[in-house]
């Protein structure tokens, strides 16, 4: 079994101060871990994944992750917001190794406001 | 380019009336995905299609039905028994079954009075 939280369903920052979304998974094997971006009315965009390779995960547009076992968060952080930033954010979780990607687990979304 | 494209990007229907959404690919995927999004919601699975003529239920699957006759093409009907069809669809696929970065289409508004 498997679940994401995202902590928080909105977040708001200031252009130009740091970015951090909050995500915790649960799964009872190794997990594949994402996020994707969302502007309204557009589909998801991948920003970055975590594969079991290295615990830090760069992303698109400066995003990055860190993938935290002992934690089991996910968070995505980036160090300086721009207004094009402002978006839904997805945590997903998935299997490592799996059969079909209909193991796929959405978190129900991280709402950033960035202001000027 | 390469992509998803679905269309129409807006579509509005009465109640009572069955309506087909498209969603079609040139990645050469062989695997197909419908989501259904809800405000405050995270993306719900309604049908998946490992393959060519082959298509399995997700977790809401009740008051849709699909098909898979072409490898890029995978439409989405919702039928009259849908209590609740208002929502935004979105398709996606990977490259094979086994894979679990999905890539996104821009997604259907569907609105149904």
């Known amino acids: 079994a498997q679940s994401v939280t995202q902590l928080d369903s909105h977040v708001s920052v200031s252009e130009g101060t740091p970015v951090l979304l909050r995500c915790n998974y649960s799964s009872s094997y190794s997990p594949s871990l994402f996020w994707y971006v969302q502007h309204p009315n557009k589909g998801l965009q991948l920003l970055l994944k975590y594969t079991s390779a290295a615990t830090l995960v760069k992303g698109i547009n400066g995003f990055e992750a860190e993938f935290k076992k002992s934690e089991t968060s996910f968070h995505l952080t980036k160090p300086s917001a721009h207004m094009s930033d402002a978006a839904e954010y997805f945590c997903?979780?998935?299997?490592?190794?799996?059969?079909?990607?209909?193991?796929?687990?959405f978190g129900t979304g991280t709402r950033l406001q960035v202001t000027l | 380019d390469g992509g998803i494209t679905q269309s129409p990007k807006y579509l509005f229907r009465k109640e009572g009336q069955n309506v087909t959404l498209s969603c079609e690919q040139n990645?050469?995927?062989?695997?197909m995905y419908w989501y259904r999004q809800d405000p405050g919601q995270g993306l719900r699975l309604i049908y998946y299609s490992q393959i060519v003529n082959d298509f399995q239920k997700g977790d809401i699957a009740e008051g849709y039905s699909v098909s898979r006759e072409k490898k890029e093409s995978f439409p989405l009907t919702v039928t009259s028994a849908q209590k609740n069809p208002t929502a935004f669809y979105l398709c996606?696929?990977?490259?094979?079954?086994?894979?679990?970065?999905?890539?996104f289409g821009p997604g259907t508004r569907l609105t149904v009075t």
């Open positions: 990645l050469n995927h062989d695997a």
């Open positions: 996606a696929s990977t490259l094979t079954a086994g894979e679990n970065e999905q890539y």
């Open positions: 997903v979780v998935s299997p490592f190794f799996t059969g079909t990607a209909s193991k796929l687990t």
